[in-house]
Nanobody, 127 residues
Framework: QVQLVESGGGLVQAGDSLRLSCAAS????????MGWFRQAPGKEREFVAA????????YYADSVKGRFTISRDNAKNTLYLQMNSLKPEDTAVYYC????????????????????WGQGTQVTVSS
């Protein structure tokens, strides 16, 4: 079991940066694949980024590639999402998630790969 708490959201202008954090409880954080998803009003929750258990591999949605960076500090049980060059279309509630997805890394892109979810943090980007 792991509990996840996101922080770092807020209201920013287009072009600004934000860093989201996800603090995890439990002693097995380093064993989990960790992901970030987001959900805009009226839309499905969508994949943003994922990190392998070691942090050695990262995966991104095409819409954020080159602007967002996922990282993790296993010693601090914390996942991060550095978001640069923010756009109004990045406005959403951002969720972190943890899981033990089997199979290939392609599964990391899907909500079904994750067993635990945080409550989310709101990111609003004004134009």
């Amino acid at each position: 079991q792991v509990q996840l708490v996101e922080s770092g959201g807020g209201l920013v202008q287009a072009g600004d940066s934000l860093r989201l954090s996800c603090a995890a409880s439990g002693r097995t954080f380093s064993s989990y694949v960790m992901g970030w998803f987001r959900q805009a009003p009226g839309k499905e929750r969508e994949f943003v980024a994922a990190s392998s258990w070691s942090g050695g591999s990262a995966y991104y949605a095409d819409s954020v590639k080159g602007r967002f960076t996922i990282s993790r500090d296993n010693a601090k049980n914390t996942l991060y999402l550095q978001m640069n060059s923010l756009k109004p279309e990045d406005t959403a509630v951002y969720y972190c998630a943890a899981g033990f997805p089997g199979g290939s890394s392609r599964s990391y892109y899907y909500r079904s790969a994750y067993d635990y979810w945080g409550q989310g943090t709101q990111v609003t980007v004004s134009s």
